[in-house]
């Protein structure tokens, strides 16, 4: 074998790995969410596949004609990248609450198996190539170069070409078939066996077919996997799932309707505003629920959305009702720089509604954040934020306490068997300089027969007395938080 191909069937290899270890996030998405603890358990799992696989190659091609390896290793690999989707559609529905060991059973269930087979033929061609002792090192040294250059290329492909530019399914059966070609190529031409290339290449068929017949998403966005789902009881009524989570719901025909149960505490809040349209700031869009009740509720409003997904707003206008201009105007993009762009005391109102899975993505729960955001509220405005957890509450009561140390008044909104610790689910929290005006929301909760119960100033303070203070240096969002 020449050293050029030598040296590209490590670098495809190795890229192979790298391509696969990002789309696993992709993959797992629909069952266990987007967080921290989720690219944690990928990237655990695929690093051991990686250390047993160079290991096992090593032993192998000290004990066998590394040629006849070659083929069957890549073949293997190519089985396994295509099996990879279907063994993760038939292990996520068994996963119930998105715990790290669940997430390290799926990550290992489809992902381990390639990483381990792949991560084998870089020791098979190096031992292919080492023909002078007197040389070692410097084969050594170099097929490793290029193994990390091809894992570098596939990180940087994947996540800042492929992901945006096809479905997961489809470049991971390219990733299949471009092993699977190459991997019949080395068998032919280190004398593999008809029958045996022929079986091989029989599984590698039966694998890219499964890869295509059930794609899990009716949308895959560059971030979630998504779907819109009609209400049976309410016509015009939809729901916005991502990934693990229903988002919003959206009345196409009646936008003052609020399905769920935070937004109609949200708008609580709202109704104990001074009266007028509202300049206001949405981290998040989601189903672009609230910007549709705001402009029903207070005529005039403006809104800015901050919105990290471009496949969400697509979403949103193709099947939820959103005409981005005249009062709505969206950017896309992450909200920490966003909200770098807005002006100083520009908003009378902010809504932070943004959620990866079951957690708010750490970098818009810390203390600098919350900063930022009160810079760009006008007098009297409202910071209003809606988080989920489940007793013993570690991540709420952190939130509360960060929010408290930027802003002199801060609320928690929610059911009273949720304060108390007995059960969890979505809390609103609202921080602003001026003094909240508990009261009046209560009374717009009693208007409309809710059950939330208000904690206000010291109580809402003595709620969260220990919780730790959330920081850009200290956020473990994902460790804080309990999942039902």
Not at 80 to 87: E, F, G, N, Q, S
């Amino acid at each position: 074998m020449s050293r050029g191909t030598a040296l590209a069937l490590v670098f495809l290899a190795s890229a192979a790995v790298l391509v696969l270890e990002i789309m696993a996030g992709r993959l797992l998405a629909p069952y266990v969410g987007v967080t921290l603890e989720t690219f944690t358990g990928i990237i655990g799992t695929v690093l051991a596949g990686i250390s047993l696989g160079a290991w096992l190659g090593g032993r192998m091609a000290d004990r066998r004609d590394p040629g006849t390896l070659l083929g069957p290793l890549l073949l293997a690999g190519a089985g396994a990248t295509l099996a990879a989707p279907a063994i993760v559609r038939a292990v996520g529905p068994a996963l119930q609450t998105g715990a790290p060991a669940e997430i390290v059973v799926a990550a290992a269930a489809g992902f381990f198996a390639p990483a381990l087979v792949l991560s084998a033929v870089p020791p098979v061609v190096v031992k292919m190539q080492l023909h002078d002792l007197g040389r070692t090192g410097e084969v050594v040294g170099g097929f490793s170069a290029v193994g990390s250059a091809g894992a570098i290329f596939g990180t940087f492909v994947t996540g800042f070409v492929l992901v945006a530019a096809a479905p997961s399914q489809a470049v991971i059966l390219g990733v299949g078939l471009v092993l699977a070609v190459v991997g019949g190529l080395a068998w032919y031409r280190f004398r593999g066996r008809k029958g045996q290339m022929a079986a091989a290449a029989g599984i590698v068929l039966l694998a890219a077919a499964g890869i295509a017949a059930a794609p899990p998403c009716e949308r895959e966005t560059a971030y979630f996997c998504a779907r819109v789902e009609s209400d049976p009881d309410r016509p015009t009524g939809r729901s916005l799932f991502l990934d693990t989570l229903r988002h919003s719901y959206v009345d196409l025909a009646d936008p003052e309707h609020l399905e769920l149960r935070y937004t109609r505490v949200i708008a609580d809040v709202v109704a104990a505003l001074p009266p007028g349209p509202l300049r206001v700031l949405h981290v998040g869009g989601g189903g672009f629920t609230l910007p549709a009740y705001l402009d029903a509720v207070r005529p005039g409003s403006s809104h800015l959305v901050l919105e990290l997904d471009p496949g969400v707003v697509e979403i949103a206008d193709d099947r939820l009702g959103l005409t981005v201009g005249g009062s709505v105007t969206v950017e896309t993009g992450d909200a920490r720089l966003g909200i770098r762009r807005a002006a100083r005391g520009e908003f009378d109102l902010v809504v932070g509604d943004a959620f990866g899975g079951r957690a708010v993505p750490w970098h818009l729960t810390t203390e600098e954040f919350a900063g930022d955001l009160a810079g760009r509220l006008a007098a009297g405005g409202a910071y209003v934020m809606n988080v989920i957890d489940h007793p013993p509450l570690r991540f709420a009561r952190a939130e509360v306490a960060t929010l408290a140390a930027v802003f002199p008044h801060v609320v928690v909104i929610a059911p009273a068997s949720y304060l108390a610790g007995d059960e969890g689910g979505n809390f609103v929290l609202a921080g602003s300089a001026t003094a909240v005006p508990a009261g009046a929301i209560e009374a717009a909760i009693a208007a409309r027969a809710g059950e939330e119960t208000v904690l206000a100033g010291a109580a809402a303070r003595a709620w969260a007395d220990g919780a730790p203070v959330l920081r850009d240096d200290f956020a473990p969002v994902d460790q804080l938080l309990t999942r039902p």
